[in-house]
């Protein structure tokens, strides 16, 4: 069975532009959540998503924002990039809310120059 | 305020060493209480989970846990570790708010050396 899957990979955007990056949760799965890892602050909750419904979202400014679409599949969008947001964005997905193992992508490393 | 602290940021251990990361957390809230390990560009991958029960966890690889209601603890250990074992391991707690947050600690990055 497919795992957790993210793209892109890699990405190099510029300060003030806008990028989506999407997760693919793994088949069955109804939870997907995202994260922010950076060497400074370390993994950082930014939202949790389940059955197209924001359930949960962390403490970042509005320009983060994600969605869930009908089939699990979920994007998060950053607007006006700041050098800052430079970071591996992380998702993961469970069966279901709560105290379900969760299993993470390989992350997005979005670079900011 | 909920947080959770692994006390050491890296721990260094020669090979086929026993080894303990430790990790505490405060919260006024259940808690449900979680190892994962994160290997080089990689994303993370569980260990072990405490929901309720026995308060001894054994998890893959070898690793074991145990929650202490008490301490507010749930230290990670292994009794012999490998080169491979190399890689940065997280503590995090799921709070059941209502809804679920998930918060992890900063990250112990352990060192095995031959």
């Known amino acids: 069975k497919a795992g957790v899957t993210q793209t892109p990979r890699y990405l190099i955007k510029t300060r003030g532009q806008q990028v989506t990056l999407s997760c693919s949760p793994i088949s069955g799965h109804r939870s997907v959540s995202w994260y922010q890892q950076t060497p400074g602050q370390g993994l950082q909750f930014l939202f949790e998503y389940f059955s197209e419904t924001q359930r949960n979202k962390g403490n970042f400014p509005g320009r983060f924002s994600g969605r869930q679409f009908s089939n699990s599949r979920s994007e998060m969008n950053v607007s006006t990039l700041e050098l800052g947001d430079s970071a591996l964005y992380l998702c993961?997905?469970?069966?279901?809310?709560?105290?379900?193992?969760?299993?993470f992508g390989q992350g997005t490393r979005l670079t900011v120059v | 305020a909920q947080s959770v602290t692994q006390l050491d940021s890296q721990v260094p251990v020669f090979e086929e060493a026993p080894v303990e990361l430790r990790c505490n957390y405060s919260s006024s809230v259940s808690v449900y209480l979680f190892w994962y390990v994160q290997y080089p560009n990689q994303g993370l991958q569980l260990l072990l989970k405490?929901?309720?029960?026995?308060?001894l966890v054994k998890g893959i690889n070898g690793f074991e846990a145990e929650f202490n209601k008490s301490q507010t603890s749930f230290h990670l250990r292994k009794p012999s570790v490998h080169i491979s074992d190399t890689a940065e391991y997280f503590c995090a707690v799921i709070l059941n708010t209502g809804g679920f947050k998930t918060i992890f600690g900063a990250g112990t990055r352990l060192f095995v050396k031959a």
């Open positions: 993961a997905s469970s069966l279901e809310r709560g105290n379900t193992e969760a299993f």
């Open positions: 405490y929901l309720s029960g026995s308060t």
